[in-house]
């Protein structure tokens, strides 16, 4: 991992999250997401029921900044927020009601069962099954008075983009840019028997081969044993006009049983990365968060089931190229070379089939889903 280098960013101006997305060019259908906002608890008073922590500094300025009463939300009647350490909580019970789920809230941990999803959370834990899969949020969930608490980036950046096809901002994907991690000087991680530049390569021709049938214009950062800088892969997406960024690497640890698959997405705007970093100014790879959010769900979810890999989940990071990268992006670690069995396998053409047919099926489902007629 210590080839991304997680530089200072230039801060950009901490604007509207969801502007509808439009290029010059016309790559990406003028299609904002359906809207969906929250709306404040229905008193300060409930919101100080909920949360009686008599520590939290926020709590006071909540009470200072708060609306008047605006009168009982009616049933159904939105996604009702309240302020906890200097962030928007919204109520997991309301976010149930939004989606037709069922809540069950214990002191323990929470869940919402639907029909097409389900999704397992634990307080002050970011990792959270979403139908097994294991995903980490942005902030721990709550629990406070017998009510679970999910920030409201969750709900909307998280849980939206997976939940709702909706929600998801349209675009075209025509072009897709395949970037094989590491090459030339830069070997990357390093096994017993082979080296991660010349893996990630291999997949890439493959992934190129296999998108290329199904009518994409693909394209690849390297096609041979060339070095590249991250700025290189970066300007070459952007100068493609790619619509979709797929990276592509294998991991390396000193713990040699470690193994598994994780995938990575741009943290969305302002938020923390997996790891903690709070370098969170807005970069060109959060012009879509909803959207990274669900090609990371699809294309993790459908390589895990391909491999049948450990799942160490989808994971949120501001990798260089996925930072700068103008479109939905995702960086997939497809398995660890300090692992024998793992890294025998990352070898093998079968394995590197699954793979490849398994982020395939990722992005074909992303696509279909963000396309859906509405
Ligand atoms: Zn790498």
């Not at 991304?4 to 509207?16: D, K, R, V, W």
């Not at 300025?61 to 309240?82: D, I, L, M, S, Y």
């Not at 100068?239 to 592509?248: N, T, V, W, Y």
Request: aromatic share 10%; hydrophobic share 35%; proline share 4%.
């Amino acid at each position: 991992m210590r080839w991304f280098i997680l530089t200072t960013l230039i801060l950009f101006p901490l604007g509207s999250a969801l502007r509808a997305a439009v290029n010059a060019d016309g790559v990406y259908v003028p299609d904002a997401p359906e809207s969906l906002t929250t709306v404040p608890a229905a008193t300060i008073e409930e919101a100080v029921a909920e949360f009686s922590d008599t520590d939290a500094p926020e709590l006071a300025a909540a009470k200072k900044t708060a609306q008047k009463p605006q009168g009982a939300v009616k049933p159904g009647g939105g996604v009702r927020f309240v302020m906890y350490n200097g962030k928007r909580y919204v109520y997991l019970r309301d976010v149930a009601d939004y989606y037709k789920m069922q809540p069950v809230i214990s002191s323990k941990t929470c869940a919402l069962y639907g029909k097409k999803f389900q999704i397992s959370m634990f307080y002050d834990k970011t990792y959270a099954f979403v139908n097994g899969l294991l995903v980490h949020l942005f902030y721990p969930p709550v629990y406070r008075n017998g009510n679970a608490m999910l920030s409201e980036v969750d709900f909307l950046r998280q849980l939206d983009p997976i939940f709702r096809d909706y929600s998801l901002t349209r675009h075209v994907v025509r072009t897709i840019m395949i970037d094989p991690g590491h090459g030339g000087k830069d070997e990357g991680g390093r096994g017993r028997l082979y080296r991660e530049k010349d893996i990630t390569l291999r997949l890439g021709i493959k992934l190129k081969k296999a998108l290329e049938k199904m009518g994409y214009k693909v394209l690849m950062t390297r096609t041979g044993d060339q070095t590249l800088t991250l700025d290189q892969r970066a300007d070459m997406t952007t100068a493609a006009k790619a619509d979709l960024f797929i990276s592509i690497h294998c991991n390396k640890t000193t713990n040699r049983s470690v193994c598994g698959l994780e995938t990575f997405i741009m943290p969305a705007t302002g938020t923390p990365s997996t790891y903690g970093s709070s370098n969170n100014g807005k970069a060109p790879g959060n012009r879509l968060d909803g959207n990274n959010t669900r090609l990371g769900y699809e294309v993790h979810s459908s390589v895990r089931e391909a491999t049948s890999a450990y799942d160490r989940g989808l994971k949120r990071a501001r990798f260089f190229v996925i930072r700068n990268a103008n479109c939905p992006s995702v960086l997939i670690e497809t398995g660890f070379l300090s692992n024998r069995f793992e890294e025998r396998r990352l070898a093998e053409d079968s394995y590197q089939d699954k793979i490849v047919d398994g982020i395939v099926k990722g992005i074909y489902t992303y696509q279909r889903a963000m396309l859906k007629n509405r």
